[in-house]
């Protein structure tokens, strides 16, 4: 995959999508189980506050005691992390701690002045011992006057508060975070997974859509099939109607080639019956050169119209055409030619040689490599064929060959390396564009006798 690689692109959303999604997600439940743990820590305070309310009372000379103490052992411990505080609000000692905890030590807390009702209890977060913050809970009391005894501590608000170290909180967040983060790992993978099969499953349509595409191309058939998702409709729309206004343009090049074509007819007509009438007046050298002349415009215009429809790409569908028999027929015609009776002509060809050509398409692509070896051969021109994921054509002619430094020039439109032999240089630039038209090549090199080697590879059929 690449950069411009759609697939790639929606694999790395996907990622950074999975990975922001789970890092969220992350972020949050850890953030809920510290709320839940803090939520849990406070309803224990508030407990613990209740019982030291309860045990809370002021003794007969006017002292503050807790009777019993509240029962953990960790308010007992120095520095423990639970501390409870009493403050007498009423006698002006408000924050000095007037009672505390032996886990406070020789630290006091600085409980907020803030009003407190009967019975409400608030929440706070202070600094304690060694400035750790705390978790608290703070409630007051007032000691009501007794009438049979009214003592020192009748009468007395108290504020009393109970504190746990935020450490604790902080500790059990962090070990959730590393337990949960296998996981997360585990649902990262399985989201991956999810994605790519995802992204698999939503790209399926876009390769079948290539592969018709490719059957279109390779003329299996004319259009785009129904059938794809809403998304890929109106691509195959276009796509169609692309194909469509193609066909129609090269149905209308056609019908200008072949009136043009038609109207050349005329005019050569009238050349050639000049050409007798002259021939009949005793010119017969000059009549010669119109037959000559007529006959060269004549070919040419025959193979301008294979040339135009070959490049048009207007082939039938599933074309097949036997090689052998190809190449036989057109050796029957070459053999009484000038050029072809001369030459010792050596086939070798095994049965059931078929090419993915139409026939007067491969007879064209063949007749001219057989005219262009017909006339450059001394006495003989070999052809053999050889069959396998390919139909592989190869004639070989013993004529003088062609330069190294030249034969990547041959196929050229128009190209005559030697101008002592007659020809329009067309012949090998259209057997190349038959032979690239359905998806051959044509490859020239020098015969091991000194002549021309050229060598067609065609699509079996």
Known sequence: ???????????????????????????????????????????????????????????????????????????????????????????????????????????????????????????????????RALLVRKRSIRLAA????????????????????????????????????????????????????????????????RQDVNAVRAGQTERLPAGYPAEVRPLVAEVNALLAAREQAVAQARSWTADLAHGLKTPLSALAADAERLRQEGNPAVAADLDQLAWHMRRRVDRELIRARVRAGARPHQARADVGHALRRLLGTLERTPDGERIDWRLTVPDGAVAALAMDDLLELLGNLLENAAKWARRQVEIRVSTGDAVVVTITDDGPGVPMDQLHRLGERGLRLDERKAGSGLGLAIACDVADAYGGALEFAQAPTGGLAVKTRLPAG
């Open 1 to 131: 995959m690449t950069g411009r690689s759609l697939r790639a692109r929606l694999a790395v959303a996907g990622l950074l999508s999975i990975a922001l999604a789970l890092l969220v997600a992350a972020l949050s439940l850890v953030a809920l189980f510290e709320r839940h743990v803090e939520r849990r820590i406070g309803a224990e305070l508030t407990s613990q506050l209740n019982q030291l309310a309860a045990a809370a009372q002021v003794t007969d000379d006017g002292r503050l005691a807790v009777e019993p103490r509240p029962a953990d052992p960790r308010f007992e411990a120095p520095l423990s992390g639970l501390y409870w505080q009493i403050d007498d609000a009423a006698a002006g000692h408000r924050g000095v701690g007037a009672l505390r905890s032996r886990s406070l030590w020789d630290t006091q807390l600085a409980l907020p002045g803030d009003r407190l009702t009967a019975g409400q209890v608030h929440a706070h977060r202070l600094s304690g011992p060694g400035g």
């Open 146 to 209: 007794d009438d049979d005894d009214a003592g020192a501590g009748a009468g007395r608000e108290l504020r009393l508060a109970v504190g746990q170290d935020r450490a604790e909180l902080i500790a059990a967040r962090n070990a959730f975070a590393a337990d949960m983060l296998p996981y997360l790992a585990v649902i990262a993978l399985l989201l991956a997974a999810a994605s790519f099969v995802q992204i698999r499953i939503g790209l399926a349509p876009l390769e079948a859509l």
